[in-house]
């Protein structure tokens, strides 16, 4: 078995910058990812919490 099957047999998602890899897809599996990601990432200013985000979101607000 590969590492990556490995772990996704594990821990059902890997996640890296902007992207999700799902053995499966499940909407709930990544809904509840990005409502953890959002909850982590509340900042008192959007400017401020835009750049939380920005460690797991390739968006408009990423300034790279």
Do not use: P
Request: proline share 0%; net charge positive; with cysteine.
């Amino acid at each position: 078995m590969f590492q990556l099957q490995r772990q996704l047999v594990q821990k059902r998602k890997i996640q890296g910058k902007d992207k999700f890899i799902l053995n499966k897809f499940s909407r709930k599996l990544v809904e509840e990812e990005l409502s953890n990601i959002i909850m982590r990432c509340k900042r008192k200013t959007w400017e401020e919490t835009a750049q939380a985000l920005n460690r797991f979101l390739f968006w408009e607000y990423d300034k790279r």
